[in-house]
């Protein structure tokens, strides 16, 4: 499995962004997806996820109701829409596929494949 993801870029507060991880295969089916971000000085934290064969997202409680991920299965990419920007939002944005359970979906070490990461920096 290999992940590529791309969109980052920088911001102001209150701006827009798209973020995409194009993927190896047909994974969707297979692998629960999940964006993570870690800033400077922090650790890696779940943002969002997709578990395979549901289409029901779930969402870290800091960007409910702002961020929506999504997926294109025919183009086996991920997506991660970022509305209403804050500068806390500011960090690598990761993109990752693992067969994991509920209970662990947020947990970063259940995760074994991961993109490469993309810089979304937010200014005031």
């Known amino acids: 499995v290999q992940l590529q993801a791309s969109g980052g870029g920088l911001e102001h507060a209150g701006d827009s962004l798209r973020l995409s991880c194009a993927a190896s295969g047909r994974i969707f089916s297979t692998y629960t997806m999940a964006w993570f971000r870690q800033a400077p000085g922090k650790e890696r934290e779940f943002v969002a996820a997709l578990r395979r064969g549901n289409s029901n997202p779930f969402y870290a409680d800091s960007v409910k109701g702002r961020f929506t991920i999504s997926k294109d299965s025919a183009k086996s990419t991920l997506y991660l829409q970022l509305n209403s920007l804050k500068p806390e939002d500011t960090a690598v944005y990761y993109c990752?596929?693992?067969?994991?359970?509920?209970?662990?979906?947020?947990?970063?070490?259940?995760?074994?494949?991961w993109g490469q990461g993309t810089q979304v920096t937010v200014s005031s």
């Open positions: 990752a596929a693992g067969t994991n359970i509920l209970s662990t979906m947020r947990l970063s070490s259940s995760y074994a494949y």
